[in-house]
Nanobody, 128 residues
Framework: QVHLVESGGGLVQAGGSLRLSCAAS????????MAWFRQAPGKEREFLAG????????YYTDSVKGRITISRDRAKNTVYLQMSSLKPEDTAAYYC?????????????????????WGQGTQVTVSS
């Protein structure tokens, strides 16, 4: 069992940056994919980025590509999401997720039903 805890959210002005962290307790196996999603009020939870735990291969959704970077520290069992040039429309709850097995296809990455573990979320609010 893997338990995920996000941190690093908060209030930031438009154009600013934030780094979110996701600390995992329990054993993350090399085949796992770790990912970040977000959910704005009244909207579906959407995939942002994913990273293979073993090879550190990364995946991004086009809408935020270039403004976010996902990374992981295996020694710390932590996944990060660095966000820059933040916009008010980035305001959402941000969630960390883990999948025990995965493929790099969009249909897999974007489907939240494919993820086995979820954190409780951290709120990011971007003011204009």
């Amino acid at each position: 069992q893997v338990h995920l805890v996000e941190s690093g959210g908060g209030l930031v002005q438009a154009g600013g940056s934030l780094r979110l962290s996701c600390a995992a307790s329990g054993r993350i196996l090399s085949r796992y994919l770790m990912a970040w999603f977000r959910q704005a009020p009244g909207k579906e939870r959407e995939f942002l980025a994913g990273i293979g735990w073993n090879l550190s291969n990364t995946y991004y959704t086009d809408s935020v590509k270039g403004r976010i970077t996902i990374s992981r520290d295996r020694a710390k069992n932590t996944v990060y999401l660095q966000m820059s040039s933040l916009k008010p429309e980035d305001t959402a709850a941000y969630y960390c997720a883990g999948a025990q097995v995965y493929s790099g296809t969009w249909s897999f990455l974007s489907n939240k039903a494919n993820y086995d573990y979820w954190g409780q979320g951290t709120q990011v609010t971007v003011s204009s």
